[in-house]
């Protein structure tokens, strides 16, 4: 007994000894190339099975058994290290090149991969890619650089919204965009504002504090968000510090122009003159005393015609106004910025700070952000390490009036006609007759000759204004400690914090604001978002050939959202635009909204022999928008992948550097419904008989719950001739099922909705990335990225016995599709307007029932191509964007196309319109009211007439650079100093009419997208 006593002593003495000679290494991996650090970086002790992977920030601690111990880092796409640990404890390497590659590490949930090791779905966009595009906004930076990532402009207001879909729209009422992840802390998108033209929130970002943006796409990456993943998701990661032994600066300031793309071709002075007359002719005849006030008006007022040789009248006297002309500018763009990163061996830190100033195109829109950073990094001893990221952006936007507003310059511009006076010297110039002036010299006249003007805009624009100002803050704290050698506890707290202020003031001296001395509409906006994650990362090497890594944690999610309204009327003096200052208050208002999340989840990758590849994924979720007995949700995944290239049959396949076919199958969630959906709800803000009320105002749905998607994806990956080539092919389908759809109730139940789960739609899609170094000599490099996406959508089924619910929803259909009248162009004999019916023959009235399915109004196809070049110290860069398969009703072009009033028209519509028997033209005669014979359509109104097809190619961005020679700069103390030329939307190929094919949604007053060029200077100290 007292012998094994003994032994036992002995093995005890020996194992602390053992531990106690254990040497803790810890360092920084980071590339050769660009000194960047690198996540997922192999490191392993030679000889064993000790390992370990690098973090996002490059950084890794391992326990090595003694100073004999050597240290191995490998990382695909780079030459293999090797080094003796010796008396050294922390060890930097700087990896080199192996091959000329791609990126090979991308962000996922809750972690880092290889992309090499990659089973889901993930396209990426590099920071390299983002500097100094001329854009405000990070969604218009990666327009075109991701396939399945679908991202079109709503309009070009300066900082105004940008629409970012993935794989296609599978919602109907839900939610179609994806979700954004900023250092780990999921932010508010969209817009926060209800008066601005047009807002993003993500506008506030400065986007060139990004690191990687990373996509993920298919349910195999996006389970493991569970009820926010169903329209994928998108990972943003920030700049980090690096330790050197001094503080790295950089500067860059950029200057640049602005100018809209294009005007919409109207009618000159005597075009309009003349096509109004000609309305008045066709319908009563030239000699009706109706057509002859028109002649009378022009002719006596103004004396804008004389009399042709065959007795008519002969406009081509008129003079001409260019009202759209003056509703546009050449406008101004500035940015300064200032980034600092550093630190040692213990506290890193990055900071920025950027200022960006963009006067829009449009008279009196203009954009100013003001941007601050700071990340910082501190390992506080071996274990226990600390991270923070802190940011404050603040965003002005001022406008005036856009949209259904007829004030609007964009509206005011189309719509007047030609022969009214802008300016007052011109009105006496024309001898008409005219009410007020104004000391700038505008006319403003409230009547026309021909009717009422919507607005003089120039005048309203002056004195009216419509300010919005929001303020951004993501905060990211977190403790990362290590449990063991292989595994790390992390614990998160983030808040994502915005608050807006808007202001929309109508000057009494202007027409919006005329009738009622003034009107001030003040509105405060506050939401913000905390969240807590909390991991276990868990990774291990067996036997060389089998790698297990895995994460698990919990999170919670809440949102609180606030709001605040006034209205007030009759201001003593207009320069009193404050609230305290009217005479009455007509309205004032407050709502508040909350809602949270909760779930646990885990994933788990297993490799073996780096052939095999299995990940599993799962989310347990709950939500507050949902009914008691329906609120959690769970959100399985898995995928496999098998890398074929390193089986044995492919040894002798020397241009194969990588081939790889995975598989992935898995569901994903949306509680994308109102806040309080399941809930039965009561209103105030009534009154009965003197006394204050309530009434129901919302149907409980207690068994409302998640809205699920199922996707199946289908990908090969290939990489060849030592890394010159690289592509990704996916096939896709996600079916969308339970949508949360508004039902429509019969009138009879008091209510009009209820929000249920009903129905089912199905995307389904090839995307194709394509990367290649093509040229690479000593002194000359040529890369192009190609990337392309074929998706479509259908409606699988709605409400039970039901095929559609609206002239925008039917089964079979796509969604956002259209049920519309068929214009068949015009009548060669007469003039009239044709139209197809039910059964393809033509008709002057068309009913409902002759209506048939154009579109969709969503692409079907987009893509970018880009073309770098690098020839010594110059560099340049080509990029094509592109985008089709669908259609646009042109909601603007109602006004414009044969609109039967005084708004001035399309200058086609004059010169294309039908004159005489025999004329084959797609415009009819003009006819006062749109009264035709035998007819009660035209085509101004809803018809396929201005339902056009939308493709189009775009050169998107052209730059130039050429780095100054460090001869010269280290003169002056600068490591490095870059001047740049960049161009924006400089060239559009497409048969669409109006100016601008990319914008989304109704067109009606929208402000078009800007050509931009800006020159720059880069420089770092």
Not at 443 to 471: E, Q, T
Not at 513 to 518: N, P, S
Not at 767 to 783: A, C, D, H, M
Request: proline residues 5%.
């Amino acid at each position: 007994m007292e012998r094994k006593i003994f032994t036992l002593l002995l093995l005890i003495i020996f194992s602390f000894s053992t531990a106690i000679a254990q040497i803790t290494v810890t360092g920084t991996v980071t590339s050769a190339e660009d000194e960047e650090p690198i996540p997922g970086v192999t490191v392993t002790v030679a000889g064993t099975e000790i390992g370990t992977v690098t973090d996002v920030d490059g950084s890794y601690s391992i326990e090595v058994p003694d100073e004999d111990a050597i240290l191995e880092f490998t990382f695909v796409g780079k030459q293999a290290e090797e080094v003796i640990v010796g008396d050294q404890r922390t060890i930097d390497i700087e990896m080199e090149p192996d091959v000329v590659g791609l990126d090979e590490v991308v962000v996922t949930g809750y972690g880092v991969q290889r992309r090499r090791d990659l089973t889901g779905s993930v396209s990426s966009v590099r920071s390299s890619e983002l500097e100094g595009m001329p854009v405000e906004s990070v969604q218009r930076a990666i327009q075109g650089r991701a396939a399945g990532v679908q991202v079109t402009a709503a309009d070009g207001v300066p900082g105004g919204d940008v629409s970012v879909i993935v794989r296609g729209m599978g919602s109907i009422d839900g939610a179609n965009r994806p979700i954004w992840i900023v250092d780990g802390v999921e932010v508010e998108t969209g817009r926060l504002g209800y008066r601005s033209p047009s807002e993003s929130i993500l506008a506030s970002l400065d986007f060139e504090d990004i690191e990687s943006i990373d996509i993920l796409k298919d349910a195999a990456a996006t389970a493991i968000y569970g009820a926010r993943g169903a329209r994928g998701v998108v990972v943003v990661e920030t700049k980090r510090g690096e330790a050197a032994e001094e503080t790295d600066f950089s500067l860059d300031l950029r200057r640049g122009i602005t100018e809209p793309l294009g005007m919409s071709p109207m009618m000159d002075g005597p075009q309009w003159a003349q096509w109004h007359y000609e309305l008045y002719e066709n319908r009563y005849g030239a000699d009706h005393p109706t057509t002859q006030m028109v002649v009378n008006d022009i002719g006596a007022e103004r004396g804008w015609y004389e009399v042709g040789p065959d007795g008519r009248p002969d406009f081509t006297t008129t003079p001409h106004y260019n009202w759209q002309e003056e509703a546009f500018r050449t406008g101004n763009v500035y940015e300064a910025r200032l980034e600092a990163r550093g630190g040692d061996e213990r506290t890193r830190f990055y900071t920025s700070l950027s200022h960006n100033m963009t006067e829009g195109h449009v008279i009196n829109y203009d954009f100013a952000r003001s941007s601050f950073r700071m990340n910082l990094d501190h390992q506080a001893h071996e274990r226990l390490s600390f991270d923070a990221q802190v940011s404050a952006n603040l965003t002005d936007q001022s406008s005036t009036r856009l949209g259904g507003a007829f004030s609007s310059p964009i509206v005011a511009g189309a719509d007047i006609p030609p022969v009214e006076p802008i300016y007052t010297h011109q009105a006496e110039e024309a001898g008409v007759a005219h009410i007020g002036r104004d000391q700038d010299g505008y006319f403003n006249a409230p009547r026309s000759v021909y009717g009422s003007i919507p607005s003089h805009y120039l005048y309203s624009a002056k004195h009216d204004h419509n300010l919005v100002r929001n303020l951004k803050t993501i905060l990211n704290l977190s403790a990362t400690y290590n449990l063991t050698e292989n595994l790390t506890f992390r614990s998160t707290f983030g808040i994502d914090y915005n608050h807006t202020d808007e202001e929309q003031w109508y000057d009494p001296r202007a027409s919006d604001g005329m009738g009622d001395d003034g009107v001030l509409r003040d509105y405060e906006h506050t939401a913000y978002a905390i969240q807590t994650t909390q991991t276990l990362t868990f990774n291990q090497i067996f036997g060389d050939v089998h790698e297990i890594d895995g994460v698990a944690g919990f999170e919670t999610w809440e949102r609180i959202r606030r709001e605040t309204s006034v209205r007030g009327v009759n201001f003593p003096n207009p320069q009193m635009n404050v609230i305290n200052a009217a005479a009455s208050v007509e309205w004032w208002a407050g709502n508040e909204w909350e809602m949270a999340t909760m779930g646990a989840f885990s994933r788990l990758n297993y490799t073996y022999d780096d052939r095999y590849l299995l990940t599993l994924t799962g989310r347990y979720d709950a939500s507050s928008r949902f009914g008691a007995e329906n609120r959690w949700g769970f959100f399985p995944a898995a995928a496999i992948g098998w890398r074929i290239s390193d089986e044995a049959f492919m040894a002798g396949v020397d241009q194969v550097d990588n081939l790889m076919v995975r598989l992935s199958y898995g569901t994903a969630g949306s509680d994308a419904a109102d806040t309080y959906a399941a809930l039965g709800l009561w209103s105030g803000g009534v009154s009965f008989m003197g006394d204050p009320g309530i009434y129901p105002s919302q149907l409980p749905n207690l068994y409302l719950t998640w809205e699920e998607s199922r996707t199946l994806n289908l990908a090969i990956n290939l990489g060849a001739f030592d890394g010159r080539m690289h592509m990704d092919l996916e096939l896709f389908n996600r079916w969308t099922e339970e949508l949360l759809l508004d039902r429509p109730l019969p009138h009879s139940t008091g209510w009009t909705t209820m929000t249920e789960n009903v129905g089912e739609t199905l995307n389904q899609g090839i995307e194709l990335s394509l990367n290649t170094v093509n040229i690479e000599r000593e002194n000359f490099r040529w890369t192009t990225d190609f990337n392309f996406t074929v998706v479509e959508n259908e409606i699988l089924s709605l409400l039970p016995g039901e095929e559609f619910f609206d002239d925008r929803t039917k089964v079979g259909r796509a969604i956002d599709d259209r049920n519309i009248p068929i214009y068949a162009g015009v009548n060669p004999a007469d003039g009239r307007p044709m139209y197809y019916d039910k059964d393809n023959n033509i008709t002057y009235n068309p009913v409902y029932e002759d209506r048939d399915w154009r579109g969709p109004e969503q692409p079907t196809r987009y893509g970018g191509i880009t073309n770098e070049f690098h020839l010594g110290d110059f560099s340049a860069s080509i990029f094509f964007q592109y985008s089709g398969g669908n259609r646009r009703f042109m909601n603007m072009g109602r006004y414009h196309f044969c609109w039967p009033a005084t708004a001035n028209q399309y200058e086609r519509v004059f010169t294309d319109r039908w004159q005489e028997p025999g004329d084959v033209t797609e415009v009819p005669k003009p006819m006062s009211a749109n009264v035709y014979p035998g007819a009660v359509r035209d085509p101004s109104e809803y018809s396929t007439a201005l339902f056009e097809r939308v493709d189009y190619i775009r050169l998107k961005e052209v730059s130039f650079s050429y780095r100054i020679p460090q001869t010269f700069t280290q003169r002056y103390g600068l490591e490095d100093m870059r001047l740049f030329l960049r161009g924006g939307n400089l060239l559009t190929w497409t048969d669409y009419s109006e100016a601008d094919p990319e914008l989304t949604g109704d067109d009606f007053g929208t402000y078009p997208q800007g050509r931009t060029i800006t020159f720059g200077i880069s420089t770092d100290f």
